[in-house]
C-alpha cells in the first residue's frame, strides 16, 4: 500500500545486491511483502513494455490518439486568447471614447497600457504556438517505432523507453500490474508465467512474438 524504494544489503561474499521494498515494511513494518530484486523486476517491465510497442495495432491507435490531441488548443493558449480579445475590446472602446472627443491624460495613459498589453498577449500566443509543432502521421509513427530498437543494455535507453511509456507499475505476492499512459492501458502478469532465468541480459523481442 506504499512506494516502494530502493535499498542496498551485501552478502557474506561481499556482493552488493539491490532490492525493491515497501515503505511500510521498511518503516512501520506494518507490511509483509518480501523485497523485490531491482535487476528483475526491471527487466520484467521493460520485456513487457518492449512487447507493446511491437504490437502493430495498438502503436496505430496511439498515432490517432497523439493526431487528435494535436487539434487540442492548450488551456494557457486558449487563455492568452481570451485575454488577447478582451484587451483588443478595450483598446476599441478607448479609440471610440477619443473620436466621441473624450481625451485626456488618463485616456492616453490607459490606451498606452492596453497596446504594452496587447503587445504582450501576442507575443505569449505565438510561443504557446511554437511550443506545440503539428507533427505528421509519419513523424508520430516514426518516434513512437524508435523505440522498438531500444538496447535494452543501455541503462539512458531503458529509461527513456519507461518514461514514454509506463505510468506505474504495482507488486502484488502472486502478480505485478503495468499501467502504461494510455487509456486502458493495463496489464496483469502472473508471477507463476514468470521465469527469473528468462530475465537475465534479454534483448528486445522478435516482431514475431
Not at 561481499?14 to 506494518?30: E, S
Not at 520485456?47 to 495498438?58: G, I, K, W
Not at 503495468?178 to 532465468?197: A, C, H, M, R
Request: glycine share 6%; hydrophobic share 40%.
Amino acid at each position: 500500500g506504499r512506494m516502494m524504494a530502493g535499498e542496498s544489503g551485501t552478502s557474506k561474499t561481499g556482493k552488493i545486491h539491490h532490492y525493491y521494498k515497501c515503505g511500510n515494511a521498511k518503516r512501520k513494518k506494518t507490511c509483509d511483502k518480501k523485497a523485490v530484486k531491482k535487476d528483475w523486476i526491471e527487466n520484467l517491465v521493460v520485456q513487457q513494455t518492449l512487447l507493446m510497442v511491437m504490437d502493430d495495432a495498438l502503436m496505430e491507435r496511439l498515432v490517432d490518439r497523439l493526431l487528435d490531441l494535436q487539434g487540442e488548443e492548450s488551456f494557457d493558449l486558449r487563455l492568452f486568447q481570451k485575454q488577447l480579445a478582451e484587451v483588443e475590446k478595450g483598446i476599441e472602446n478607448m479609440l471610440n471614447a477619443i473620436q466621441a472627443g473624450i481625451l485626456t491624460a488618463s485616456t492616453k495613459e490607459r490606451l498606452a497600457a492596453l497596446e504594452a498589453q496587447k503587445a504582450q498577449l501576442e507575443e505569449s500566443v505565438l510561443r504557446e504556438r511554437i511550443k506545440r509543432p503539428v507533427l505528421t502521421r509519419e513523424q508520430i509513427a516514426f518516434f513512437l517505432r524508435k523505440f522498438r530498437d531500444t538496447n535494452t543494455a543501455d541503462e539512458e535507453e531503458r529509461q527513456r523507453l519507461i518514461d514514454c511509456f509506463v505510468n506505474a507499475v504495482f507488486v502484488f505476492e502472486d502478480k505485478i500490474v503495468l499501467t502504461f499512459n494510455y487509456k486502458d492501458g493495463t496489464k496483469t502478469i502472473s508471477l507463476d508465467d514468470v521465469e527469473s532465468s528468462d530475465l537475465e541480459g534479454f534483448g528486445p523481442p522478435r516482431k514475431s512474438l
